[in-house]
Every structure is written in C-alpha cells, then in structure tokens.
C-alpha cells in the first residue's frame, strides 16, 4: 500500500447505476435512524483528514477501511499485523446522501449492531486518522446492488455485533464479515481462504481479517 491510499474527504460523489430496490430502502428508513445530511458540503477544512489531495468519485458498494484512533483500533492492527486500517464498512448512498453501513462495539461491553451512519461521522477525525477505498473490479461490478441491499438488511434487523467474530454464526456480524457474506449474496467470495488459517483459541470459525480485504483479487483501490 502506498501512500496515495490515504485519501482526504474533499471527495467528489456520485450515485452508482444500479439502483436499490425501493422496499429494501424503505424498510431500512423505517427501522433505523439515518439523518439527512449533505455529503457534497464537505470541505478540506471541514474535516482536516488530508493526507494528499483526492478527487475521488465514491460509488454505492465501495467498501470503506479506516484507520481509528483509539487503543481498540491499535489491538486490531496488532493483532493484523498486515493490516494498515482497523475498521471498515460499505458505502450506500440514501436519501441522496452517503453512508456507511457497517457493525462495531458501541461501548465498553461490546454490545452495538448494524447502523447506517454518514460518511462524515464514520471519517470524522474523532474517529479516523485515515482511510482507504476498495471496489470492485470492473468487470465485476454487476454484483454491487445486491450487496448493498444485503447490507442494508442487516441494519433493518438489526443484526448484533458478534464479540466471538465467529463467521460460522450469520445472527450476529463483526464488521469484516458484513462485508464478506453481503458480497456473498452478490454471488461474490472476497476472502474464500480465510477458512484455511487456523481457528481462535475460543472455538468458531477463523476471523476475517482486515488485509484479507485489501488483499482480494476480486477489489481494487478505487482511482477514479
């Protein structure tokens, strides 16, 4: 990964072609709490996350790594030690504005769910001092929508963060593997050896880690 992957939220946004389907979007306006909020607004002085100028054009189904700054997000990259980023999500663009579904620990007992949170809040710099966006090669991204409606499905629910990261149980999610399994509804597998690695010492299966995503052969860092 070079230095180019960190990029600035002075970003140029646009939907992508394939459109959701309505009753997907309207059970997850129902159910979960998204406040309307005006990504193109963003300015480089509004959110002083720069590491080099970008004129990055983000698209529904991009997936979203971000490096955080608490001393969770350090255990994470420890743990991973390939990985440069402790944290991801997808990205979806509602209400003509861009979000970020994605699953975390909301407190110190590790209970939190499914949300789909504005892109300014999941980068703000209280929360990131980087981040880095993969998509689809281009031959592949037919497949995007519906993992994006999968993803969104799980925020409807919601589905529970999985504190065991146990990939073997879909009723709760750790966050890469929300990822993972709404690209498997999109008939994708980005991580399909993930299984090969040995099992954690707390039984289930082998975790997902956050450079098995940026290692996929199926993504590639978003350019354009």
Known sequence: MTSRAAMTPSLQLRRHSNALRPSVVMVLL?????PHQAVQRWSPEAL??????SNLVLRSGDIILRRGVTWASSAVMVFDTAARYSHAGIIAFLRDSTY???V???NATGAGHVIVEPIADFIHPTKASAFVVYRLRQNLSANVS???EAALSYAAVPIAFDGRFDADDSSQLYCTELIW?????????L?????DRARPPWGGASIILLSDIQASTLLEPATE
């Open 146 to 148: 519906t993992a994006v």
């Open 104 to 106: 975390e620990p909301r």
């Open 100 to 102: 970020v579904i994605h």
């Open 181 to 189: 399994l709404a690209f498997k509804h999109g008939g994708l597998d």
């Open 48 to 53: 002083p996350l720069a590491r080099e100028p």
């Open 191 to 195: 991580v399909p050896n993930f299984r």
């Open 30 to 34: 129902a159910s979960v709490a998204v």
